[in-house]
């Protein structure tokens, strides 16, 4: 049985999970076994991916002498390859020096910053032109040490893959103990239906981690594009960059071995796809968070509820605004009283025009939970006719809830 998860959050030592100075080997039936430090296989099916043995931090461990605490003395991993499909296997490898990332054997759809691209694929493309990411992949751990089973996504602000603006990891399995770089941001955020931690800092680029709260073996078809609009809701990706590369393989810091990958595809803007889930541009759900971290970004719409939004039991204000020389007005009422109360104002683009983060939140008395909030013409820019989205957000802690209320400026 699987004891319960209490992450430490440990920065690793390095993140950037790239084979540099890899040697290529090129597509053939059958398998290969390999313990080499740096070795890349182009697969043999269509589309085309290849698996890197990545073997990346090994001067970490030790080579020569052993400790109490790295008691071999020559770090080896190595790896068995089937050519056709990229299903690989880890068999065997001794690096048992603590909680940090040694290694990071994975398969790869896309280009990476040294210039590895899988034959045939479509990256990089712009964020903004995402119409549907998805994924399969299925995972075969050994609960031992400290390694975590991930997606290791790349984004980039331009088509430099040099660059790296973003990486975003999605964490299905890992052990306990077992910790992301960056700091805890949220918790318990659904996304396609299973619950999330996230996880974020800044480590020469933005560092986001979504935890799985319980153990994913296998993903059928995910919906990766949820994760990306997630962040960019947040402000931790921003819609003008571009997706690089999409890898699937397992940190391995102590023990972990052997561990299975199997089954991997992904699917960009293709007929292969699936659904497209076009961020919406009209009709606001409850899960819209605009920027936060940076603050210059383009906050979207997610389509997975994040958050409860508050009871619809406000009193609608004149809608549309037609007398714009007087302020529109609106109750709202909060469910309990709040840290914190910001009002908001975006126009369909999702460009702010409008913040006031100083508003009523609650405290004291029940009588103050109701709060009535005003807009005047002057405080919005005297903007164009049309339709805007007017966000009420509070703040518990690092819980945020948010209402979501269109307004009509039509004079």
Known sequence: MRPLRKSIYILPLGLLATGLAASRAFAQSGATTTCAQYLTIDTASTPSYYV??????????PTTTPTPQCPFPQATQCVSINNTT???????????????????????????????????????????????????????????????????????PSTNLNDHSAELMIWMDYMPGTGPGGSP?????????????????????NYIAYMANSPITQFNNENLLAFFQDSVTRGYIQSTWYL?????????????????????????NTAGCGTSTPTPTSTPTSTFTPCGYPNTCTPTFTPTPTNTPNP?????????????????????????????????VYTVSFRKIYENDNLATGQGEPDNWQTTYSLSWNQLGNVADGLYYVVVEERRGAQVQRTILKLLVQR
């Open 52 to 61: 890197q043995t990545n073997y990346w931090n090994l001067d970490s461990n």
């Open 86 to 156: 990229g299903d690989f296997t880890v068999t065997s490898g001794n690096f048992e020096c603590g909680n940090t990332v040694m290694s990071y054997p994975s398969i790869v759809y896309g280009c990476q910053a040294s210039g590895s691209c899988s034959p045939g694929t479509n990256l990089p493309i712009e964020v903004s032109s995402l119409t549907c990411v998805t994924s399969n992949w299925t995972i075969s751990p050994t609960n031992t040490g400290y390694w975590d089973a991930a997606y290791d996504i790349w984004f980039c």
């Open 185 to 205: 941001q949220a918790s318990n955020v659904t996304i396609n239906g299973q619950s999330w931690n996230i996880n974020e800092g800044y480590v020469g680029w």
């Open 244 to 268: 690089g590369a999409i890898e699937a393989g397992i940190e391995l810091r102590n023990g972990g071995v052997p561990f299975s990958s199997s089954g991997f595809s992904a699917n960009v």
């Open 312 to 344: 619809s039991n406000d009193i609608p204000w004149p809608n549309p605004w037609k007398n714009v020389s007087q302020p529109v007005s609106f109750y709202h009422t909060l469910s309990t009283p709040a840290d914190s109360v910001a009002l908001k």
